[in-house]
């Protein structure tokens, strides 16, 4: 402990130094109370019990006062006057910006200055610009840091933490940014702007914002030349590291190709701290008059292009101290009503087109998905369509599904080849040569019995002569059910063929017996039944 107070004399620690370097890197000239309502933002609500507001001021901000001096003794801060209130101005030496460097993690040429003399005159310009910074920051406590606090001190930090919430940290900010016209980045030339602020904060949905804060002190003419200046230099173009021609801003700052939608320049938003004799109410309808050129878009449907033009906002430190950057307090150029940031830098109506545009094109190239997928299903389906094996002529949807229903696997349809044409003309010569057929049949027999059948389904021909067999020639030939037992003895002629061959069979055979009336003799003669012994030994 005595070698820690050997080397920083009152009691600093890391993290409140570290507080200093981030800060005073920043704004290069603050109080010890700007810097701790940035660095330790949980320390502005403990001390409430102090009997005064002087005496709770010096209380919380006891812990980066002690850090300011240790670091004045290493050399890497001094005190630089006071403000117009009294209090004590601080900024770094060239050996603290360098530390601070490390801290920010930017270069030492990026740095600025040390602003030594700037509290000369009671820097009533910075400290509306440190205070434009913590309007925009509104940081938040660290609650874990005020976990043994009282409850009424918890409750007012928690208030805090559940505020609108503020844009960026400290290291997103950038103070007195030379905009050169002419000459370049560390030796800018005549004719160019000093922003008071530059923000990037692309996490928050703001990749690059200028700020000027006026004390109300200028007039509009003076505002509007400034503006100019802005103009000329986001007209400026450098080559680039790749031998191309960019605008320069975008050589040392990221942002989109495009500002929400539109090839805009970036946005400028000017800050007015009522403290001089300019109404702002006076002098930003005059200004917005002598700037029309510079910020006025071009009426396209619904909505206005902003190509090659500043979005210029404007509000009051007041109004910002008091809603954040998420109130509605910022007018831009040419608008009838007050925004959030966000909206007020933006281009909302132009977004919402193309929102809609891209809905569109979205709906339209499913659509044109859809309806190819549906022409390829269609081709494939074509593809696979029968063609009738007779004519050629593809299937109709209709005959199609109908020759490919089957049974148990078993086609349906008893010519699935075949188109509904030559199905039926298949089928009518078919059916043709049956029907002529049993033009010539006998009609069915009523005493026929249900097991009879016919042996024969097309009319016989005599062998002999070759005629067709009558109905009844037809009939007495062919054995009739299952219980006939006649049976003529030359079925295979017909009935003249017949006779013929009985006459000639009577003439060569003159008294003799036919083998078939022998056949029939027997059949009417029954037998007779033997007795006896005898009749036995015959069996």
Same mark, same amino acid.
């Given at each position: 402990?005595?070698?820690?107070?050997?080397?920083?004399?009152?009691?600093?620690?890391?993290?409140?130094?570290?507080?200093?370097?981030?800060?005073?890197?920043?704004?290069?000239?603050?109080?010890?109370?700007?810097?701790?309502?940035?660095?330790?933002?949980?320390?502005?609500?403990? $001390?409430?019990?102090?009997?005064?507001?002087?005496? %709770?001021?010096?209380?919380?901000?006891?812990?980066?006062?002690?850090?300011?001096?240790?670091?004045?003794?290493?050399?890497?801060?001094?005190?630089?006057?006071?403000?117009?209130?009294?209090?004590?101005?601080?900024?770094?030496?060239?050996?603290?910006?360098?530390?601070?460097?490390?801290?920010?993690?930017?270069?030492?040429?990026?740095?600025?200055?040390?602003?030594?003399?700037?509290?000369?005159?009671?820097?009533?310009?910075?400290?509306?610009?440190?205070?434009?910074?913590?309007?925009?920051?509104?940081?938040?406590?660290?609650?874990?840091?005020?976990?043994?606090?009282?409850?009424?001190?918890?409750?007012?930090?928690?208030?805090?933490?559940?505020?609108?919430?503020?844009?960026?940290?400290?290291?997103?900010?950038?103070?007195?940014?030379?905009?050169?016209?002419?000459?370049?980045?560390?030796?800018?030339?005549?004719?160019?702007?000093?922003?008071?602020?530059?923000?990037?904060?692309?996490?928050?949905?703001?990749?690059?914002?200028?700020?000027?804060?006026?004390?109300?002190?200028?007039?509009?003419?003076?505002?509007?030349?400034?503006?100019?200046?802005?103009?000329?230099?986001?007209?400026?173009?450098?080559?680039?590291?790749?031998?191309?021609?960019?605008?320069?801003?975008?050589?040392? +700052?990221?942002?989109?190709?495009?500002?929400?939608?539109?090839?805009?320049?970036?946005?400028?938003?000017?800050v007015f701290n009522r403290i001089g004799e300019r109404n702002p109410n006076r002098t930003v309808p005059r200004l917005q008059e002598l700037t029309r050129h510079l910020w006025q878009g071009q009426r396209y449907?619904? $909505?206005?292009?902003?190509?090659?033009?500043?979005?210029?906002?404007?509000?009051?430190?007041?109004?910002?101290?008091?809603?954040?950057?998420?109130?509605?307090?910022?007018?831009?150029?040419?608008?009838?009503?007050?925004?959030?940031?966000?909206?007020?830098?933006?281009?909302?109506?132009?977004?919402?087109?193309?929102?809609?545009?891209?809905?569109?094109?979205?709906?339209? %190239?499913?659509?044109?998905?859809?309806?190819?997928?549906?022409?390829?299903?269609?081709?494939?389906?074509?593809?696979?369509?029968?063609?009738?094996?007779?004519?050629?002529?593809?299937?109709?949807?209709?005959? +199609?599904?109908?020759? %490919?229903?089957?049974?148990?696997?078993?086609?349906?349809?008893?010519?699935?080849?075949?188109?509904?044409?030559?199905?039926?003309?298949?089928?009518?010569?078919?059916?043709?040569?049956?029907?002529?057929?049993?033009?010539?049949?006998?009609?069915?027999?009523?005493?026929?019995?249900? $097991?009879?059948?016919?042996?024969?389904?097309?009319?016989?021909?005599?062998?002999?002569?070759?005629?067709?067999?009558?109905?009844?020639? +037809?009939?007495?030939?062919?054995?009739?059910?299952?219980?006939?037992?006649?049976?003529?003895?030359?079925?295979?002629?017909?009935?003249?063929?017949?006779?013929?061959?009985?006459?000639?069979?009577?003439?060569?055979?003159?008294?003799?017996?036919?083998?078939?009336?022998?056949?029939?003799?027997?059949?009417?003669?029954?037998? %007779?039944?033997?007795?006896?012994?005898?009749?036995?030994?015959?069996?």
């Amino acid at each position: 402990m005595a070698g820690k107070r050997k080397t920083n004399p009152a009691g600093s620690t890391n993290s409140y130094r570290g507080d200093v370097l981030r800060v005073l890197g920043v704004l290069k000239v603050a109080t010890a109370d700007q810097i701790q309502r940035i660095g330790a933002p949980h320390l502005t609500f403990r $001390h409430a019990d102090k009997p005064t507001p002087s005496k %709770q001021k010096q209380a919380r901000t006891a812990s980066h006062t002690g850090a300011l001096s240790d670091m004045r003794k290493h050399g890497l801060s001094e005190n630089g006057g006071s403000t117009e209130t009294g209090d004590s101005l601080r900024n770094l030496t060239l050996k603290g910006l360098e530390a601070a460097s490390y801290e920010l993690r930017r270069p030492v040429t990026e740095m600025g200055s040390t602003a030594r003399g700037a509290g000369s005159s009671g820097a009533s310009h910075p400290m509306a610009v440190n205070e434009t910074v913590i309007a925009m920051l509104r940081p938040k406590p660290n609650m874990a840091r005020l976990a043994d606090d009282p409850p009424h001190v918890q409750a007012a930090a928690q208030a805090a933490v559940d505020g609108p919430d503020g844009i960026g940290t400290i290291a997103s900010y950038w103070t007195e940014v030379p905009l050169p016209a002419t000459g370049t980045w560390s030796a800018p030339g005549k004719g160019g702007a000093q922003a008071d602020l530059v923000l990037t904060a692309p996490q928050d949905q703001v990749p690059l914002l200028f700020i000027e804060v006026d004390n109300c002190h200028e007039t509009a003419e003076e505002l509007a030349a400034k503006l100019e200046k802005y103009a000329r230099f986001f007209r400026r173009k450098v080559k680039d590291t790749d031998g191309k021609e960019r605008p320069m801003w975008r050589t040392r +700052w990221s942002a989109p190709a495009t500002w929400s939608g539109d090839a805009t320049y970036p946005p400028v938003l000017l800050v007015f701290n009522r403290i001089g004799e300019r109404n702002p109410n006076r002098t930003v309808p005059r200004l917005q008059e002598l700037t029309r050129h510079l910020w006025q878009g071009q009426r396209y449907e619904d $909505h206005h292009i902003y190509d090659g033009k500043i979005p210029i906002i404007a509000t009051g430190l007041n109004q910002l101290r008091e809603h954040g950057p998420t109130g509605s307090v910022f007018f831009r150029f040419g608008r009838d009503h007050k925004e959030p940031l966000w909206q007020a830098i933006g281009n909302p109506r132009r977004e919402a087109a193309d929102a809609r545009a891209r809905e569109e094109t979205a709906r339209a %190239q499913m659509q044109r998905a859809a309806q190819e997928q549906a022409a390829k299903q269609k081709a494939e389906r074509e593809a696979r369509r029968p063609v009738c094996a007779g004519c050629g002529a593809k299937f109709t949807d209709e005959r +199609w599904e109908a020759a %490919q229903a089957t049974d148990w696997g078993t086609p349906k349809d008893s010519h699935p080849h075949l188109c509904d044409g030559c199905k039926q003309k298949a089928s009518a010569a078919a059916v043709g040569p049956a029907a002529g057929t049993r033009e010539h049949q006998e009609p069915a027999r009523a005493d026929v019995g249900e $097991h009879d059948f016919r042996r024969n389904t097309r009319r016989p021909v005599c062998t002999q002569c070759g005629a067709e067999f009558t109905d009844e020639r +037809w009939r007495a030939t062919e054995r009739v059910g299952w219980g006939s037992t006649a049976q003529e003895p030359r079925p295979t002629l017909c009935e003249d063929c017949d006779q013929r061959h009985e006459i000639d069979w009577e003439e060569a055979w003159p008294g003799a017996i036919r083998r078939d009336q022998e056949q029939a003799q027997a059949q009417a003669v029954p037998e %007779q039944k033997a007795t006896g012994w005898f009749s036995r030994l015959r069996r």
